[in-house]
């Protein structure tokens, strides 16, 4: 059982640092307000929540680099402050405040291990 327990922790240890490249990567993008460096690492497909409008599920890529981006600039995001950050299996998530000009949003990044890098799967901003 120790020998398990062993093997769990250094498996867990082993991950961990693998997409803690992609992670700090992402946050240093909110950070600095860098639409172009966060959406890179979108999926494939995500679902994106803005605030007051519709959630849309299955979004491509590209159709939502261009919706994020646009509301980096339309709201002047240039900082984040990190709230909380989890890892379980292959998925984590952060969540933080987002800065604008005179006024702050919410936000929660969902990501997937896909392959050796992370991928964001969900942004919900409000």
Known sequence: MKKIIF??????????PAFAGDNDNIISALKQGNAAQFTAYLDNFIDLKLPGKEE???????????TVKGFFDDNSI??????????????SYLTGKLQGAGKTYNITVLMKAKGDKLSIITVRIN
Request: net charge positive.
């Open 7 to 16: 093997l769990m922790g250094l498996m867990a240890a082993v991950a961990v």
């Open 56 to 66: 849309i599920k299955n979004i491509g890529k590209t159709q939502a680099s261009i």
């Open 78 to 91: 240039n900082g984040f402050d990190l709230s909380s950050q989890r890892e379980m299996g292959g998925t």
